[in-house]
């Protein structure tokens, strides 16, 4: 039955550090229909990053090129690199039946929402500022100059949560994770999202009787 159903589409933002990965790596595995979308991004790979699973790694110029294709679902500059969401593969996902996350910032989850009324928005918000720069220190992935930059822009993002559908403060990665896929569930069961169930509840009813 699930073949009939479109999929969810999920705005996930909330400033770096937040801990968005670590609940969406926690939750990726929960749910079988659940798919992480890979953005497109001009910033350099960090440690560890793997092109095509991370992010596409691209240049600016491969990057303004799609843009201006509108390849693009939504798009953004972060810390002075681009990020961006193509719109073929989000759209494939759905249409297979997949809910489809977008990690992204608030520029393009903006633009999402607008493109997109039915999305559902979640927004991660840190316990406080000073437990966002320790836990970007403790990651070890960025220059203090880089890790002050990303601060800064994290004051401007969180001012934008209240424009989310929901916001979840992340003191605790295990009940911030729950909270995410309780939310997730919930959405799918809406009745815009079952409109093909019902439809389909319907037929078999006419085919019985
Ligand atoms: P990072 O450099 O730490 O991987 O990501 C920086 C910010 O860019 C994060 O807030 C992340 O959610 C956001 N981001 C990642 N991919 C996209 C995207 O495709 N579009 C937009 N608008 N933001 C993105």
Do not use: W
């Not at 390849?71 to 002075?80: D, H, P, V, W």
């Not at 009324?117 to 960025?142: C, Q, T, V, Y």
């Not at 009940?175 to 999202?193: C, D, Y």
């Amino acid at each position: 039955m699930n073949k009939l159903k479109k999929g969810c589409l999920i705005v996930f933002s909330g400033p770096s550090g937040a801990g968005k990965d670590t609940i969406l790596n926690k939750i990726m595995g929960e749910k079988e229909n659940l798919k992480l979308s890979v953005s497109h991004t001009t910033r350099p790979p960090r440690e560890g990053e793997i092109n095509g699973k991370s992010y596409y790694f691209v240049s600016r110029q491969e990057f303004i090129k799609m843009a201006e294709n509108g390849e693009m679902l939504e798009y953004a500059t972060y810390c002075g690199n681009y990020y961006g969401t193509s719109a073929v593969k989000v759209q494939d996902e759905l249409e297979k039946g997949n809910d489809v996350i977008l990690e992204i910032e608030v520029q393009g989850a903006e633009q999402v929402m607008k493109k997109v009324p039915e999305a559902l928005s979640i927004f991660i918000l840190p316990p406080s500022l000073s437990e966002l720069k320790k836990r970007l220190k403790n990651r070890g992935a960025d220059s203090d100059e880089v890790i002050n930059r990303r601060v800064k822009e994290a004051e401007k993002e969180i001012a934008l949560a209240h424009n989310y559908d929901y916001v979840i403060i992340n003191d605790d990665i295990e009940k911030s994770a729950k909270k995410v896929l309780k939310i997730i569930e919930l959405q799918e069961m809406k009745s815009q999202n079952m409109k093909h169930i019902i439809d389909e509840v319907l037929s078999s009813e006419k085919n019985i009787g």
